[in-house]
């Protein structure tokens, strides 16, 4: 196809050489059957010809729809499986988020541009080696100058390609800066905070001021782009000039004939439009390909939490449990470490509570747990084997973490529960099973259509839950993975003290035979734990059970003395008095 489209444009030229020399030869000598028939084929062929062009022009239309879509879902599924490999620290890093935009800023449409410049590049250059063979026998200086007179702008339109890629690379940054100013003026989650503090026009006017500044920037750039197209249009517009001089110069002298002319006039015109096109295609092509490298640096990124080359099999069920053997570690671009030289031993089989204050690090020993980074020095071992040891995948089906803020699906109930564990059947007996054991079932009974009830307000019927309910549902969702190792980080920070207590006795049966880590401030939750750590900077200080520490009389006991003096010793408002008054300056608070 793109060969036939190539070649119309100059069969279509020579057919008009031949029809012009045709009418001069019938103006000059009558008009007969014969001599209109010599008119009549050449028209009739031309007119075969566009209804062909025609048709290809219109098929194109569908073939680039088609390409667009096949192109499309092709890199939207690159950068997805992507987005899933690489580590979680990714998402921790400005440099690498602005990696992630750029590869998703318009990757599959400079794909497809790229893929169309190409065909377009290919299609143009067929009809210019045409138009240079029609024009050659006029003289070689002909085809010769038609390209030269496209140097200028090729020069100018690859420099003004490269500075517009380096702008884009350079304004990444402040790009994302719009998009979050826009996910917070118009997304769901903050739209109740961005009402009541009233910040909406704060926001809209960082996102004015910004994009103010982008568009000034880009206007400068199109300032520039438009200058140099124009100087490099006055050059072809001169030397066009010149090559009909000539040509007029021929006809006049009689060395050519009128339909040479046409032939002629088309021919140079078009070969200097596609000439033009060429350029256009190269700088498609040469802009393109600058943007699409940032799809292929993101691509290559290589995630560091690998599989060792020869996995160990996980203890299907852990014996001795896991153990934090001198580890230190620091997060990514940070000089402090969050542990240094920490030691810790979790039970296999055990409620262990870790309590401490806000930064103590709890939270960083479940990433660590789970290998979402991995220790500067020293090893995390599960029944005695460091977890570095373990196929990643297989280590992390040997857990279930319930995080600190559960992320609400918007899918039904049942859905909801079952992606806890998207390896196994869908077996709505056990979905409920884990949601009685959550304490969130009565709820959902009550919902309009039960489990198949869709949750969240974003689409179509949905239902919306409160706070608790969301994290109740979480909470079915790490019970119905039945891992091995349960992670609970803050488990019941949004329930009632009620619902607190009646979760707390589910929880001990529940988590009976397996291990289980609890990250609490509330010590309602703590003193049931076999086990408490109280952690501070980064370092285990006091552990033992409820009494045992009481009895120690010391950081946990003062903390406890302090919250059961704000009020009564088992109730919401007394953890919450006591935490209050803690934070207020306190030295020993937790
Ligand atoms: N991604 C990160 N990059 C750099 N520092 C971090 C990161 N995440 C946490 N930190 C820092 O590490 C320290 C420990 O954080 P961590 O989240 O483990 O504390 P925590 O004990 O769970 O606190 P909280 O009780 O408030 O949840 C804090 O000083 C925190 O600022």
Same mark, same amino acid.
């Given at each position: 196809? *793109?060969?036939?489209? /190539?070649? #119309?444009?100059?069969? =279509?030229? %020579? +057919?008009?050489?031949?029809?012009?020399?045709? @009418?001069?030869?019938?103006?000059?000598?009558?008009?007969?059957?014969?001599?209109?028939?010599?008119?009549?084929?050449?028209?009739?062929?031309?007119?075969?010809?566009?209804?062909?062009?025609?048709?290809?022009?219109?098929?194109?239309?569908?073939?680039?729809?088609?390409?667009?879509?096949?192109?499309?879902?092709?890199?939207?599924?690159?950068?997805?499986?992507?987005?899933?490999?690489?580590?979680?620290?990714?998402?921790?890093?400005?440099?690498?988020?602005?990696?992630?935009?750029?590869?998703?800023?318009?990757?599959?449409?400079?794909?497809?541009?790229? *893929?169309?410049?190409? /065909?377009? #590049?290919?299609?143009? =250059?067929? %009809? +210019?080696?045409?138009?240079?063979?029609?024009? @050659?026998?006029?003289?070689?200086?002909?085809?010769?100058?038609?390209?030269?007179?496209?140097?200028?702008?090729?020069?100018?339109?690859?420099?003004?390609?490269?500075?517009?890629?380096?702008?884009?690379?350079?304004?990444?940054?402040?790009?994302?800066?719009?998009?979050?100013?826009?996910?917070?003026?118009?997304?769901?989650?903050?739209?109740?905070?961005?009402?009541?503090?009233?910040?909406?026009?704060?926001?809209?006017?960082?996102?004015?001021?910004?994009?103010?500044?982008?568009?000034?920037?880009?206007?400068?750039?199109?300032?520039?782009?438009?200058?140099?197209?124009?100087?490099?249009?006055?050059?072809?517009?001169?030397?066009?000039?010149?090559?009909?001089?000539?040509?007029?110069?021929?006809?006049?002298?009689?060395?050519?004939?009128?339909?040479?002319?046409?032939?002629?006039?088309?021919?140079?015109?078009?070969?200097?439009?596609?000439?033009?096109?060429?350029?256009?295609?190269?700088?498609?092509?040469?802009?393109?390909?600058?943007?699409?490298?940032?799809?292929?640096?993101?691509?290559?990124?290589?995630?560091?939490?690998?599989?060792?080359?020869?996995?160990?099999?996980?203890?299907?069920?852990?014996?001795?449990?896991?153990?934090?053997?001198?580890?230190?570690?620091?997060?990514?671009?940070?000089?402090?470490?969050?542990?240094?030289?920490?030691?810790?031993?979790?039970?296999?089989?055990?409620?262990?509570?870790?309590?401490?204050?806000?930064?103590?690090?709890?939270?960083?020993?479940?990433?660590?747990?789970?290998?979402?980074?991995?220790?500067?020095?020293?090893?995390?071992?599960?029944?005695?084997?460091?977890?570095?040891?373990?196929?990643?995948?297989?280590?992390?089906?040997?857990?279930?973490?319930?995080?600190?803020?559960?992320?609400?699906?918007?899918?039904?109930?049942?859905?909801?529960?079952?992606?806890?564990?998207?390896?196994?059947?869908?077996?709505?007996?056990?979905?409920?099973?884990?949601?009685?054991?959550?304490?969130?079932?009565?709820?959902?009974?009550?919902?309009?259509?039960?489990?198949?009830?869709?949750?969240?307000?974003?689409?179509?019927?949905?239902?919306?839950?409160?706070?608790?309910?969301?994290?109740?549902?979480?909470?079915?969702?790490?019970?119905?993975?039945?891992?091995?190792?349960?992670?609970?980080?803050?488990?019941?920070?949004?329930?009632?003290?009620?619902?607190?207590?009646?979760?707390?006795?589910?929880?001990?049966?529940?988590?009976?035979?397996?291990?289980?880590?609890?990250?609490?401030?509330?010590?309602?939750?703590?003193?049931?734990?076999?086990?408490?750590?109280?952690?501070?900077?980064?370092?285990?200080?006091?552990?033992?059970?409820?009494?045992?520490?009481?009895?120690?009389?010391?950081?946990?006991?003062?903390?406890?003395?302090?919250?059961?003096?704000?009020?009564?010793?088992?109730?919401?408002?007394?953890?919450?008095?006591?935490?209050?008054?803690?934070?207020?300056?306190?030295?020993?608070?937790?």
């Amino acid at each position: 196809m *793109l060969l036939v489209q /190539g070649l #119309l444009p100059a069969i =279509s030229m %020579t +057919l008009l050489r031949q029809l012009v020399d045709n @009418l001069v030869v019938v103006v000059g000598g009558g008009v007969s059957w014969t001599s209109i028939q010599k008119i009549l084929a050449p028209v009739g062929v031309i007119g075969g010809l566009l209804l062909v062009g025609e048709f290809f022009s219109s098929a194109g239309e569908w073939i680039r729809t088609a390409q667009s879509e096949l192109v499309h879902d092709y890199v939207t599924d690159l950068i997805h499986k992507q987005c899933v490999a690489v580590d979680y620290c990714f998402y921790e890093s400005s440099e690498d988020n602005d990696k992630l935009n750029r590869a998703k800023e318009g990757a599959s449409g400079r794909a497809l541009a790229l *893929l169309e410049s190409t /065909g377009s #590049l290919l299609q143009n =250059s067929i %009809t +210019l080696f045409a138009v240079a063979a029609i024009l @050659l026998p006029y003289g070689l200086w002909l085809p010769m100058i038609l390209v030269v007179s496209a140097f200028p702008a090729f020069y100018i339109l690859m420099y003004l390609n490269k500075i517009q890629y380096q702008w884009s690379q350079r304004t990444t940054t402040v790009r994302r800066w719009l998009i979050y100013y826009d996910s917070l003026l118009t997304g769901d989650q903050t739209a109740a905070e961005v009402r009541l503090f009233d910040f909406g026009d704060y926001f809209q006017s960082s996102y004015k001021k910004l994009h103010r500044q982008l568009t000034q920037e880009k206007l400068k750039l199109l300032k520039k782009q438009t200058l140099g197209r124009f100087a490099a249009a006055i050059f072809v517009l001169l030397v066009s000039g010149v090559a009909l001089a000539w040509m007029g110069r021929q006809v006049l002298l009689g060395i050519l004939s009128l339909g040479d002319l046409a032939l002629f006039v088309q021919a140079f015109n078009q070969g200097q439009g596609i000439v033009k096109s060429l350029l256009g295609n190269l700088g498609q092509i040469y802009r393109n390909g600058l943007f699409i490298s940032n799809l292929f640096e993101f691509l290559q990124i290589q995630p560091k939490i690998v599989n060792p080359p020869n996995p160990l099999p996980v203890p299907a069920i852990p014996k001795q449990g896991i153990h934090f053997r001198q580890v230190t570690f620091r997060y990514p671009g940070t000089e402090k470490p969050v542990l240094e030289n920490f030691n810790l031993i979790l039970p296999a089989g055990k409620i262990v509570v870790v309590v401490g204050d806000n930064g103590a690090g709890k939270s960083t020993l479940i990433k660590l747990l789970c290998r979402f980074y991995d220790p500067e020095s020293g090893s995390i071992e599960l029944d005695g084997i460091d977890i570095r040891e373990f196929s990643v995948q297989e280590l992390r089906r040997l857990i279930t973490v319930l995080f600190q803020s559960p992320i609400p699906y918007y899918t039904t109930v049942s859905e909801n529960i079952a992606l806890g564990d998207i390896w196994a059947a869908s077996n709505q007996t056990e979905i409920e099973a884990a949601a009685k054991a959550s304490g969130i079932d009565d709820k959902i009974m009550q919902l309009p259509q039960g489990y198949n009830t869709m949750l969240g307000k974003l689409f179509p019927e949905g239902t919306d839950l409160s706070g608790g309910q969301w994290q109740r549902l979480a909470l079915a969702r790490a019970f119905f993975r039945r891992a091995q190792i349960i992670i609970l980080d803050e488990p019941t920070s949004a329930m009632d003290p009620w619902a607190e207590h009646d979760w707390l006795e589910r929880f001990r049966t529940l988590a009976s035979d397996r291990t289980a880590i609890v990250i609490t401030h509330r010590f309602t939750l703590a003193m049931r734990a076999d086990i408490i750590h109280v952690m501070r900077a980064g370092q285990i200080v006091e552990s033992g059970t409820h009494d045992e520490l009481l009895a120690q009389d010391s950081l946990y006991a003062e903390s406890w003395k302090s919250q059961m003096q704000a009020g009564t010793s088992n109730s919401f408002e007394s953890s919450v008095v006591g935490s209050l008054k803690q934070h207020k300056g306190n030295s020993t608070h937790l």
